[in-house]
């Protein structure tokens, strides 16, 4: 799919597709597996989608940024599968005219997909054990928190 | 009152409760958040978990107080945790 | 020098540098050559320097950005000489542990190495004319205007 | 009183008005904004974009109101438009 993919990601790849002699700002942004997580010394992860649902949304995510910011073009690709220490876990690029547009799309396109999309991380830890990952830490109870995204609740 | 069988697909952090897939009976005209809680009685261990999911149909996200339609499978979707 | 170089940027090339296993996120900006400046077609630029001075305030911005933001690399690197339409001028890359801090220090250094750093823009339009650029449009005259840069009067 | 020969180093636009490089005499114990004031009396033209540029001694700014020290070599510089 489109925005998913099982194998490593190719930034030098990407960006040439990205030429645009409109575009006089491109922001990449990476995110990258880091080898620690709230003190737990990570090994590696493993990405989860419900796949043609968050193919779809990350779809719909792009083509909004690039009518409410503006953009020539903007891509956003996610690792599924098993993704190394320093690996890539998603790339986002962004191509305006201007440089705020590119920056703040960016964060826009990032923040959605990881609040909204059906991605799930699963972090294995040194010392054997693993975890299904959560971006944001006030999920669990009542569903209450300060964040601007919305979880629907379930009751 | 009539029942109908929900067969519902599950993901990352919630197979351990449910498997990859389960299904619970509802109530014809019943709400998705009967399903949820179809999904408490089955697994009183997922009670804790279940507030923050959300359920998708068609690839959509619907509302859990909207009357299920004629759909026979659901998805049922954990907080993300992509990026 | 280690901040301007005359020859193509290579991002492929500065992000493998980059592998950081405490970077969470790493944010790349790059600024390219647009076709048109203010409705003027241009055909290329050529940037020109006070490069001992340049080379130096870039190692400054960098360092004070890696401190005020909690950075675990940054990286800038401005061409010099002639670049063409959709070329690279300049590269700014920034790794943190996670993305806000990578993103901010991004937008931080890149314009403080725009408003500050002694490097000129020499513009080529189709009609064959050419203009020295000025990113601040309110520099001529009075000096007064509304950014918070500050450039220094001479009377 | 006794007058110093000052070199200045023009860069970008600035070389239309003065070349590469040019020479002012200044008045001992001048401020770097005698200098300033030289240039425009040397070429008028340039009275408009020369409130705009900034003086630099090894490599680093100076404030215009300083006197000068005793370097015979200053860099004037246009506003950046790097980027």
Redesign the interface.
């Known amino acids: 799919m489109k925005h998913l993919q099982y194998t490593d990601l190719n930034?030098?790849e990407l960006?040439d597709e990205f030429?645009?002699?409109?575009?006089?700002?491109?922001?990449?942004?990476?995110?990258?597996?880091?080898?620690?997580n709230k003190g737990r010394e990570v090994t590696h992860l493993e990405?989860?989608?419900?796949e043609?649902?968050?193919n779809?949304m990350i779809d719909e995510i792009l083509l909004e940024a690039v009518s409410r910011f503006n953009l020539n073009q903007a891509v956003c690709v996610?690792r599924l599968g098993r993704v190394e220490?320093?690996g890539c876990?998603?790339v986002v690029i962004t191509g305006a005219?201007h440089?705020k547009e590119?920056?703040d799309a960016?964060?826009f396109i990032?923040d959605k997909?990881?609040?909204?999309?059906?991605?799930?991380?699963?972090e294995f830890f040194t010392d054997g054990t693993s975890e299904?990952?959560?971006?944001?830490d006030c999920?669990?109870?009542?569903?209450e928190h300060e964040h601007d995204h919305h979880?629907?609740?379930?009751? | 009152m009539d029942k109908k069988l929900i067969k519902i697909?599950c993901?990352?952090?919630l197979r351990k409760y449910f498997g990859s897939e389960t299904s619970v009976f509802v109530e014809d005209g019943a709400s998705y958040?009967g399903v949820?809680?179809a999904l408490k009685a089955l697994n009183p261990e997922a009670t804790?978990?279940?507030?923050?999911?959300?359920?998708?149909v068609n690839?959509?996200?619907v509302?859990?107080n909207e009357p299920i339609k004629n759909e026979n499978t659901i998805?049922l979707?954990?907080?993300?945790?992509?990026?």
Chains 1, 3 share one sequence.
Not at chain 1, 19 to 28: E, I, M, Q, T
Not at chain 1, 113 to 122: F, G, L, T, Y
Not at chain 2, 77 to 83: A, L, R, T, V
Request: glycine fraction near 10%; proline fraction near 6%.
């Open positions: 930034y030098s960006f030429r645009n002699p409109n575009s006089g700002a491109v922001v990449l942004f990476s995110g990258e597996v880091r080898d620690n990405y989860e989608a419900y043609p649902m968050a779809k996610h220490i320093s876990a998603v005219g440089r590119a920056y960016n964060q990032i997909v990881k609040n909204e999309v059906p991605i799930w991380k699963h299904w990952g959560q971006n944001c999920v669990i109870g009542t569903g979880h629907e609740k379930a009751e | 697909v993901f990352a952090g958040s949820i809680d804790e978990v279940l507030p923050s999911c959300r359920i998708a690839e959509a996200f509302a859990l998805f979707i954990p907080p993300s945790s992509g990026g």
